[in-house]
């Protein structure tokens, strides 16, 4: 394809709706994918979107990813949901189709690969369900346009499709296998669970001395981490209002940009926290902030699995989240983060719940070191890409690789941190 570098036919094609030159959970899942495939000696092409029109955002120096070009017409981005997967569709199919497998990581691309290549084997990485998701975004989780329900009505319609045409829909946990269910029923029998997979950065004492002092907080501060979009579904708000609640130690540091972010600046203010709120905006590499952290807090009314929290338990942080309530209150992560004592649970819904729960981790910082120490451990032998690529694998036949527990890599870890 023009603008596309040259390639030959590869094992295994990942597709996900966003810039794969960016960061973020799409690209962060399809690259996970991609190197567990590699490791199985598996050759793989990575493919992203973009509207963007420079030549940099479509090819890369690294041939095994790049972008297709899906913009909108003027005044069709208003119908862009109905669109999207037959724009995929026609350039998928200038394409030479993958040799065993497509891994979709949005339903567009599920149903475009279809159309495309009727005979190879589609996975459908289930990122959410934005059925569910998307309401959490609009203000009272009312459409506020005519046009957004139409395009709201053309994203329910793509995650039916979706879930009929996949080979395979893999979920990370057995409460959202239940929401996909209740969504819809009919792909009960090509609907497995298998827990994500993390490749987090290797962090150092010395780094995080480094960003704590770029954060002008001392050793005795207890830094919670956020990380997202600043929407209304992550709800960074929250965490900023109970913060005014918690030991005056507590520094906020939020990563991410998006339309809420000037309403954390002003709450924060409001309540007399400014001081203690740090917002960064979006980092092209979140390990110095991990480091400099003491725990990590999820806000959202809807996450899947959220990288964050994954990754937070990775690094030894004691993980602070949501109980799931569904259908007020979508948390993936909170049953795994109950059974294996990786963290704390609190009530979404009930005010200063979140403050004391990071109140509990500040007044003993001995046991919350060893909640993020059992954290890292579930995480190890968990959350493993490898696994997600054996069901891949299975669809074409191939038996598992042989399961291993993973070992420690010798790198160098924290220490003398409250936390981890």
């Known amino acids: 394809m023009p603008g596309h570098p040259p390639f030959s ?4 094609y990942v597709g996900c709706l966003a810039d794969v030159h960016r960061w973020g959970g799409a690209t962060t899942a399809a690259t996970g994918m991609c190197g567990a495939a590699r490791a199985r000696g598996w050759q793989t092409l990575m493919i992203g979107a973009t509207s963007r029109h420079d030549d940099a955002a479509i090819a890369a120096p690294d041939p095994a990813r790049f972008n297709l070009r899906i913009s909108a017409a003027p005044l069709l981005w208003r119908i862009q949901s109905w669109r999207t997967a037959g724009r995929l569709a026609r350039q998928l199919a200038r394409l030479a189709p993958p040799r065993k ?6 339903p567009h691309w599920v149903i475009a690969a279809r159309r495309a290549w009727p005979s190879v084997c589609i996975a459908y990485l289930f990122p959410c369900l934005l059925a569910n998701c998307l309401p959490f975004t609009w203000p ?33 946990t057995p409460q959202s296998r239940a929401e996909i269910l209740a969504f819809h029923p009919h792909v009960d029998e090509r609907l497995a669970v298998c827990n994500y997979g993390c490749r987090p950065r290797a962090i150092t004492a010395e780094m995080r001395a480094a960003q704590r002092r770029r954060l002008g907080v001392d050793e005795d501060a207890f830094v919670i981490f956020a990380a997202g979009v600043c929407d209304l579904n992550k709800a960074f708000g929250h965490a900023v209002r109970e913060l005014a609640s918690v030991d005056p130690r507590a520094h906020l540091v939020v990563l991410g940009a998006g339309p809420e972010r000037p309403e954390l600046t002003r709450v924060a203010a409001e309540l007399g926290v400014a001081g203690r709120l740090h917002l960064p905006g979006p980092q092209p590499d979140p390990a110095p902030w991990y480091a ?16 964050v ?13 949501p109980r799931h309530d ?9 049953e795994i983060v109950a059974e294996i004592g990786a963290g704390r649970v609190y009530d979404r819904r009930q005010p200063g719940a979140l403050a004391c729960a990071v109140n509990r981790l500040i007044a003993d910082r001995a046991a919350a070191a060893a909640l993020g120490a059992r954290g890292r451990a579930a995480a190890l032998e968990r959350f493993r890409w490898e696994r997600v690529a054996d069901h891949v694998a299975a669809l074409c036949g191939e038996p598992p690789m042989r399961d291993e527990q993973p070992r420690e890599r010798p790198q160098p870890q924290c220490e003398g941190v409250h936390v981890g």
């Open 9 to 12: 036919p590869r094992d295994l």
């Open 101 to 106: 497998a497509f891994v979709g990581v949005s």
């Open 140 to 172: 009272r989780r009312r459409t506020p346009t005519f046009w957004r329900r139409v395009d709201f009505a053309g994203i329910v319609r793509t995650e039916h499709l979706a879930f009929d045409l996949a080979d395979l829909t893999l979920v990370p």
């Open 292 to 307: 400099a952290a003491d725990c990590v807090a999820s806000t959202s009314w809807y996450d899947t699995f959220p990288n």
């Open 309 to 321: 929290v994954l990754e937070g338990m990775h690094h030894s942080r004691p993980v602070v989240v």
């Open 326 to 334: 569904p259908p007020h209150v979508f948390s993936g992560t909170a």
